[in-house]
């Protein structure tokens, strides 16, 4: 029997105003015209909370750009979940925060890319600085939770103790350091986004100064460089295990990147719903456990924790999908990162970034 999933991540547009070049979102985003409707929306949340999940982060691109927002808010927790809000702050207004704290809000996770003005809007890509700070403070005065979330890569991974005064400043209870997830407009950029060795070394070493200073308050959290590392992360968890998201238009998936492996063939939530998509769709069972792995995976004492490593990457970079994520230093084609890892330290460079069609 499957246990039921833990969290929802509701990806509820993937318009933004925003176009960072670290953005995992599609490079080809579903249509504002394809998106799930408000009552449909609401269906999603009734049918999650049955399922047992407790969590969801409502999300997108920029969930703000929904009019209906506050009725998402209030339809999730009238289905007994947690609600909280991932934004890039652009639109968050004193109204408009008191419209989603009315309906239940419970929390709010901030996205912020540098210190300085100036380099924090090239690498998003638009006006936004102001305006994030204008919404941590307004958050902060609501009374919610404010966590701050950082996309570390080479071009702001050197700003990392400014990032944290900075989250201190405008009183964060969470700071989330995560370094880049190479999909989606990511994996464009890598060439420019991939740090070198150096550079996280020193940040490695500046966050455990960090955390012996701050003792747990707030929370200090470091997602690993895992092509850096050589070493697999747990992706989600592990695939189908503990959380599920749905995608504007209503696709289902083990993990935002998923929609881009060829065969998945995921399921819809306007034709099937939750609890037969985790329970038994191909899609969900096709990487659960460990009957899928190849060598070295099958043998190796590490596999009911990091389970494989990540599938997206794998396909991105080896065209097969069940292949040892090549993160792994012990992966076949481990080769292949290390490529990239010395091919974007031999270029080391000021950052360019390809940003979303539209953008500056």
Known sequence: MTDPPWALLAELTHACPLRCGY??????????????????????????????????????????LRRDLPDLVAAAVGAGLYTQLVTSGVGLG??????????????????????????????????????????????????????????????????????????????????????????????????????????????RTRVARWRERLDGAPELVWVAPDLLDATAKPCMGGWGAVSLTVAPDGTVLPCPAAGTLPGLDPPNVRTRDLAWVWRESPAFNAFRGEGWMPDPCRGCALRGIDHGGCRCQAHALTGDAARTDPACRHAPDRHLVDALVRGAADAFHPPAYAYREGAP
């Open 23 to 64: 953005c995992s979102n599609p490079v080809e985003p579903a249509a504002r015209s394809a998106e799930l409707s408000t009552d449909e929306w609401s269906e999603v949340f009734r049918q999650a909370g049955a399922l047992g999940v407790v969590h969801t982060h409502l999300s997108g691109g920029e969930p703000l």
């Open 94 to 203: 004193e109204r408009r925060l008191t419209e989603l704290t009315g309906a239940g809000l419970r929390s709010v996770q901030l996205s912020v890319q540098h210190t300085d003005g100036a380099t924090a809007e090239r690498i998003a890509g638009a006006r936004s600085f102001a305006a994030k700070e204008r919404a941590a403070r307004l958050v902060r005065e609501a009374g919610l939770p404010l966590g701050l979330n950082v996309v570390l890569h080479r071009g702001n991974l050197d700003d990392l103790d400014g990032l944290v005064r900075l989250a201190l400043d405008w009183g964060a209870d969470r700071i989330e350091l995560a370094n880049t997830q190479y999909h989606g407009w990511a994996a464009r950029n890598h060439a420019a986004l991939l740090p070198t060795p150096a550079q996280v070394e020193r940040a």
